[in-house]
């Protein structure tokens, strides 16, 4: 098709080629199922997500996770009958949508009772300061004491005294008591050490904005504090850090629970990076396996209800009783001192055998995308740590992991491979997402005809950075839905994109 146009200049003619439709747009990812919730939390999750009207996928991932920070290294799961291969309760994940998907309000309920209990343990550290700076107030006047005494034990000679005088004055040192904290947000890398070496049992990094964390472990000079992160994920490892002024501080045992949340677009960009092997290349984007990203919001209803205060309180008390554990009451083994630890029920290791046979095997043959490969192996330490962290909610007496509790792991396992496609874009057309949502914007009308690229970069919409503009460009003119004529100005020349009648009957 040939169409001329008319400026105030010159007329010239537009070659179109025929309009060809998109192919299909990638399929959505599954919504969470209430049965997959924890019996105990069901009802304050679709309490809290109905009255918010968020998904309530944001507000059971943002749980888990919370959940997993309290548990941390207070008790593990041994999965196999007789092996000490030891997976302690640890698990990373993110909200993905645009702006205006309600992800802040979900990611601040999520968190409602683990910020309670970090306000609480912050009074109680201030108690605990106040009584240190009055002992350290009175050993400084039973220094002055010592120092005298001391000095004529040592004037007299008398070794035995002045060793006593000495010892006396030893025992007074005291240390700052432990700070106990559950949750940080932008700490140095040397104080999430201190914070370690002090909460033993982990420690969460909550960024309701995570790509500021992902850019600042991306920094030149900051390898050490990716590594830090990274090897903080399984919750087994341990660090020494050796500085001049601080001296050394040795981490026995790193357990960092990470989470946040992230738009399409910073998302997308470090998925690149990744895929041509950039500084995201290294599996930490992995790592985030409970990683969410429902499509569509639903047809918002208007709803005003005060909050559920029964499932509130049912909902507190789980994570008040995971707070402290008695690995004893709940039939944990311990060997050596190390981490208390249950084992599957007999039909329920069974199970996992069976499951876990089929992992190896898909692993092995390969067929996936290297990044979804390297997430589904990392299932074979998130099933038992979610069938142990389901188990501690809905069985507070204890005992073997339950069959019920892996298999509400193994389903979420299943429906977070499916959003982890999605969000890698491993179920979508060939097209980037970016073509999509540039062709959205022109059949709506919001740019002009003709148009450039600096029109599309310029509003900023998501997705649409300057990179991925001309990317979806390209696209889009290959397949005849726009039009792009070369035009002369003064010192350079300028693409312009016509877009095909079709697409602009009104024009």
């Not at 005494?149 to 006396?168: G, I, P, R, S, T």
């Not at 005809?449 to 970069?457: C, K, L, M, S």
Request: glycine content about 6%; proline content about 7%.
């Amino acid at each position: 098709m040939v169409l001329r146009k008319k400026t105030e200049d010159n007329e010239f003619s537009v070659n179109f080629q025929a309009c060809q439709p998109l192919p299909p747009r990638r399929g959505k990812p599954p919504e969470v199922n209430e049965l997959m919730l924890p019996s105990a939390l069901r009802a304050w999750v679709l309490d809290a997500s109905e009255r918010m009207q968020c998904p309530p996928d944001y507000i059971a991932v943002g749980t888990i996770i919370a959940l997993s920070a309290i548990v941390g290294r207070q008790i593990a799961i041994r999965p196999k009958k007789n092996d000490d291969w030891t997976v302690i309760v640890n698990v990373w994940g993110a909200i993905v949508g645009p702006p205006g998907y309600l992800k802040s309000p979900a990611f601040a309920e999520s968190n409602r009772f683990l910020n309670k209990l970090e306000d609480e343990a912050a009074q109680a550290n201030t108690e605990k300061l106040l009584q240190h700076k009055i002992d350290m107030v009175i050993k400084e006047a039973y220094e002055k004491v010592s120092d005298k005494n001391l000095k004529k034990a040592a004037n007299a000679n008398d070794h035995e005294k002045a060793y006593d005088f000495a010892l006396e004055k030893v025992s007074y040192d005291k240390e700052a008591p432990p700070q106990k904290r559950y949750v940080t947000s932008d700490p140095t890398i040397e104080k999430l050490g201190e914070l370690l070496v002090d909460n033993p049992r982990g420690i969460a990094v909550y960024r309701d904005e995570l790509v500021g964390l992902i850019k600042n472990l991306e920094r030149p000079g900051q390898e050490g504090a990716r590594t830090f992160f990274l090897e903080g994920w399984n919750g087994s490892g341990s660090y020494t850090f050796d500085r001049i002024r601080r001296g050394t501080v040795r981490v026995k045992s790193i357990c960092l629970t990470v989470f946040g949340s992230i738009q399409p677009g910073p998302l997308y960009e470090y998925l690149r990076r990744a895929s041509e092997g950039g500084a995201g290349d290294d599996g930490l984007l992995q790592r985030f396996q409970l990683m969410i990203y429902p499509d569509q919001l639903k047809e918002y209803v208007d709803i005003d209800r005060a909050p559920d205060e029964e499932a509130l309180k049912q909902a507190e008390a789980v994570f008040r009783r995971l707070d402290n554990i008695d690995p004893v009451a709940l039939g944990a083994s311990c060997d050596d001192g190390g981490i208390p630890y249950l084992r599957f029920s007999d039909d329920a290791y069974e199970e996992f055998r069976a499951w876990r046979s089929g992992l190896e095997n898909r692993i092995r043959k390969g067929e996936d995308h290297p990044m979804l490969n390297s997430l589904i192996a990392k299932q074979r330490s998130l099933v038992p740590s979610l069938s142990l962290l389901f188990h501690l909610v809905d069985h507070p007496a204890g005992g073997p992991v339950s069959y019920d509790s892996l298999i509400r792991a193994i389903a979420w396992c299943e429906y977070l491979e499916e959003h982890a496609k999605f969000i890698y874009r491993l179920n979508n057309s060939a097209l980037p997402l970016a073509v999509y949502e540039l062709d959205k914007h022109i059949q709506k009308g919001d740019l002009p005809n003709p148009f450039t690229a600096r029109d599309v970069y310029r509003k900023k919409w998501t997705l649409l950075n300057q990179e991925n503009v001309e990317v979806a460009l390209r696209h889009l003119v290959e397949l005849g839905r726009l039009a792009p004529v070369e035009t002369k100005g003064p010192g350079r020349s300028t693409e312009v994109f016509h877009i095909h009648p079709d697409l602009c009957a009104g024009d």
